[in-house]
């Protein structure tokens, strides 16, 4: 089965750094003046975004050191090169924030049967310069996020600091307005949920990928199929598909070729249709292939 595979426009690296470093120190800032509020006010919601907006600068500290180190060209220890370290980052970060949901749904469930007074004024304003930095910051990483798992990460984050702070503005209007109290824990508790549901479903292509999983825009047994179709072809087993990086797709299969070319083929076809530049072929004569194979992978051991 064929397969599109869109090309596309790099941000220059060097401009790319600097974007990343201006939003870690925006975000930074920021987190001292909401941590700084959270306290003076006594808003658990305020101090909860504030911990989002410092784990989102950290995130981008570690966005920011994977993006270098994955530039680096493969070498005798990293044969396949570096580019795996931000698929590592983006993995520590969406643990550490699903680690911090659960630690914000806690305090907002002790909060919940003894509500403290908070100064809603001090939240709802230094919420609204949140809600602008967390813009400011998504606007930086946009582009970048588009390539990279790693910054797509940062990049989604922020979209959710937004909406939390959003949410922190109207637990603090209705504390001004009818002093009602337990909307700083309910809405903790919302944004616990909200980090939560993103953390956990975002992880998952980044376990994919470290777990050699294949990509999921191509089907294994479609392959194998499409192997099998071209002319000279007349046995393929032992396949093996992976992603080296969240760009880059590996294959390594064993062929039983009848046909002297028809291995050139198959290489022209994988790149062709499937986008797979990093072929391993073991060529395999009919009549001496390998002994009771294995569709797919190999057998256990």
């Given at each position: ?69 994955a530039r680096r060209p493969a070498d005798a220890t990293m044969t396949f090169g570096y580019g795996r370290a931000e698929v590592v980052a983006a993995m520590v970060n ?40 967390d813009l400011a910051t998504a606007t930086l990483t946009y582009a970048m996020s588009k390539n990279s798992m790693n910054i797509r990460a940062a990049f989604l984050h922020n979209l959710a600091d937004a909406a939390t702070s959003v ?135």
């Open positions: 089965m064929p397969h599109d595979h869109h090309h596309h426009h790099h941000v220059d690296p060097e401009a790319g750094d600097g974007r990343v470093a201006l939003a870690v120190a925006v975000n930074l800032i920021l987190t001292v003046a909401q941590i700084a509020g959270g306290i003076f006010s006594g808003s658990v919601a305020l101090i909860a975004d504030a911990i989002h907006n410092f784990s989102d600068a950290l995130t981008l500290v570690i966005a920011y050191a994977a993006r270098r180190i969406y643990t550490s924030l699903i680690l911090i949901s659960i630690w914000l749904a806690g305090e907002a469930m002790l909060r919940l049967f003894h509500p403290p007074q908070v100064e809603g004024g001090i939240v709802v304003v230094l919420a609204g310069l949140a809600l602008i930095v949410a922190v503005i109207v637990s603090g209007g209705l504390i001004m307005l009818f002093d009602w109290r337990l909307a700083d824990p309910i809405v903790t508790l919302a944004i616990s949920g909200w980090i939560l549901w993103h953390a956990v479903r975002e992880i998952g292509p980044a376990i994919r990928i470290l777990m050699l999983g294949a990509p999921p825009e191509i089907e294994a047994k479609a392959l194998i199929a499409r192997i099998g179709d071209v002319e000279g072809i007349s046995g393929v087993h032992h396949l093996h598909l992976w992603q080296i990086d969240e760009h880059e797709t590996s294959i390594e299969v064993h062929l039983v070729v009848e046909d002297a070319g028809a291995e050139v083929e198959v290489r022209r076809m994988l790149n062709r249709e499937f986008g797979i530049h990093h072929a391993t072929l073991q060529v395999e004569a009919p009549g001496d292939t390998c002994e009771a194979p294995c569709m797919i992978g190999h057998a256990a051991r």
